[in-house]
Structure formats: structure tokens, C-alpha cells
């Protein structure tokens, strides 16, 4: 899967609110009532993620979870990154 050029991911994030590019990745920070909230969030996204056989860079400090994807083997963000962001977001939309 080809790397985005730089006007591709800023259209593209345009259509995921919260969302940042940051350095090679794309990122965003969840918050949450709970501890447990956020780990039961974090539990579907691994699932998903593992089924697409694309894992995000996950952060965990409390009630505050960062999902950062990037495609290491492209360097960069693609689509891949995108489509996991749009899952990363359904399953956030759970809680």
C-alpha cells in the first residue's frame, strides 16, 4: 500500500474529527469516565485491529488512551491508517 503525500492526509482528516497528523502518523486522544472504559475500548480496537492484521501505537495513562497508526513497512501513513482510524472511532462511538 502506497504512502499518502501530505495533501491526501490532510483531506483525509478532514473527515475524522480529533484527528492530527503528527510526524509519520496519524493520532488522537480519548478520554474517558472510567479506567475500565477505556480498557474495554481499548479491548475492541485490538480485536479489529488484529483482524485487519493493522496494530495502532496505544498509550495508556488513566482515563486517557492516545491511538497513534502509521504503516511502518511504508513508512508513513496510508490508507490502512485511515481505515483503522474510522474503526478506531466506531468503537469509540460505544462509549
Not at 32 to 55: C, P, Q, S, T, Y
Not at 63 to 79: A, P
Request: glycine letters at 6%; proline letters at 2%.
Amino acid at each position: 500500500m502506497a504512502k499518502l503525500n501530505d495533501a491526501e492526509v490532510s483531506e483525509k482528516l478532514k473527515a475524522l474529527p480529533g484527528w492530527e497528523r503528527h510526524e509519520n502518523s496519524i493520532r488522537k486522544l480519548f478520554r474517558f469516565k472510567e479506567f475500565m472504559d477505556g480498557i474495554h475500548f481499548l479491548n475492541r480496537v485490538a480485536e479489529k485491529a488484529e483482524a485487519a492484521d493493522h496494530h495502532p501505537d496505544i498509550t495508556i495513562n488513566y482515563t486517557r488512551i492516545t491511538m497513534t497508526c502509521s504503516t511502518h513497512s511504508e513508512g508513513g501513513i496510508t490508507d490502512k491508517d485511515f481505515k483503522l482510524a474510522q474503526e478506531i472511532e466506531k468503537q469509540a462511538g460505544k462509549y
